[in-house]
């Protein structure tokens, strides 16, 4: 029961997130405005995360499940994919060495801030 509820949740976060994206003028993608709601709420200590924890750790179990769909899509269009293939590899390596370079910076960024508060707690 407690998945049940869990997971109700999240599908009202990403339903809500669906509405919202409707409001901008601008494109927004649903999903990562569901996922910036979900920050907030977290942040502002309105969800518990310890109440999400037994949905999301099924999730994160069967993710290799929910990319089965893409997989389908990418040999469905597999002749487009061998046309552009150069572009498809300069645009993966690309974001993957910006990836990188985020993540590399946001360790940098959270240590220094750690260490700060570490120093002005004592």
Do not use: W
């Not at 990403?14 to 994206?21: A, H, K, R």
């Amino acid at each position: 029961m407690k998945v049940i509820t869990q997971g109700g949740f999240l599908c009202l976060v990403c339903l809500t997130g669906g509405y919202l994206s409707r409001l901008f003028p601008f494109p927004m993608p649903a999903s990562v405005l569901s996922m910036l709601l979900l920050l907030g709420l977290l942040l502002l200590k309105a969800v518990d995360p310890a109440s999400l924890a037994e949905t999301t750790d099924v999730l994160l179990g069967n993710m290799a499940f929910f990319f089965l769909p893409s997989g389908v899509e990418i040999l469905a269009h597999l002749e487009t994919f061998r046309r552009d293939v150069f572009a498809l590899l300069a645009v993966c390596c690309l974001t993957t060495l910006l990836t990188f370079a985020a993540s590399a910076f946001t360790v940098v960024a959270v240590t220094r801030m750690q260490r700060r508060l570490q120093k002005s707690s004592k």
